[in-house]
């Protein structure tokens, strides 16, 4: 559905695309040199404290005062709200890193397969923080596949996918219909949650940064767990369907890091569930 003619971000024509193929870009965000900050944000703390890896790289918006700015940028929920309105969760970030020359990939997935949201109105705001490039291993899609119902999907736990459990679609996809969503940094794509996406790995000298942020509008609960949480950054919520989060109050802060573990392994036991396995890099 749009929210009416006032739209924030997006013109028409981009949020029917958005509903009729399931994705949008690219939309500007924030200047290269900003998006070249934020990189020197995080690999400041790589420096220090080794490359971001495991439950550090998911919900890390809990952890980093800049990164809980970037998932309530004006430019990134201007365009959410032309997508799903004006009542707003951030209910997810993950760190999506592509080394160079390096094997990880994402294989042909839905997002919507493991992660209980119901119903299906959920977006992810893909931010670029380096280029994402056909050279790099940017992420590419099949127009018009979020139309689908959920489709079953095979946990490999290949240690070079780069997905929670390894999933992959239990159907063929038609990689000759697949399309290349290459950003610049600072630029983002939005994609549904039952779209069909995956990316290749990165066989070239340069590391790809990509941050995706997931929203909902409030109206959406979680169905496949008791304990969910997640952090109200546009609007009001009237709701009350996820537990509230708490912004840092310092990067890696004692509490930050106390409430983003909590946080966490109640986000782990949902998308896990099942497994018996803990959540991955």
Excluded at 125 to 139: F, I, T
Excluded at 194 to 215: C, E, M, Q, T, V
Excluded at 265 to 275: E, G, K, V
């Amino acid at each position: 559905m749009t929210w009416g003619n006032d739209m924030k971000c997006l013109r028409e024509a981009a949020v029917r695309q958005y509903h009729e193929d399931g994705y949008y870009w690219p939309v500007p965000v924030m200047s290269r040199q900003e998006a070249g900050q934020l990189r020197a944000a995080l690999e400041a703390y790589e420096a220090d404290a080794g490359i971001l890896a495991g439950p550090l790289r998911h919900k890390s918006h809990l952890l980093f005062t800049w990164l809980a700015d970037l998932v309530r940028h004006p430019r990134i929920l201007d365009a959410v709200e032309d997508l799903i309105g004006p009542n707003i969760l951030c209910w997810g970030s993950s760190f999506f890193i592509k080394e160079p020359r390096n094997p990880g990939f994402v294989s042909w997935h839905q997002d919507s397969t493991y992660w209980g949201l119901e119903p299906a109105d959920v977006v992810t705001a893909w931010v670029a923080l380096s280029d994402s490039s056909a050279a790099n291993g940017a992420m590419r899609v099949v127009p018009g596949t979020h139309k689908l119902d959920q489709i079953p999907h095979n946990d490999t736990f290949r240690p070079e996918n780069l997905l929670s459990r390894g999933q992959e679609i239990m159907v063929d996809v038609d990689e000759s219909r697949a399309v290349m969503m290459e950003l610049a940094a600072g630029e983002m794509s939005l994609h549904h949650v039952r779209l069909i996406h995956g990316s290749d790995p990165n066989p070239s000298d340069l590391r790809r940064i990509g941050f995706a942020i997931r929203y909902i509008p409030t109206y959406v609960r979680q169905a496949a767990g008791a304990h969910d949480s997640a952090s109200l950054v546009r609007g009001v919520d009237t709701y009350g369907h996820f537990g509230r989060e708490v912004q840092p109050d310092a990067d890696m802060s004692a509490a930050a890091v106390a409430h983003h573990a909590a946080v966490s392994n109640a986000h782990a036991a949902i998308l896990m569930r099942q497994t018996g396995k803990a959540m991955r890099a």
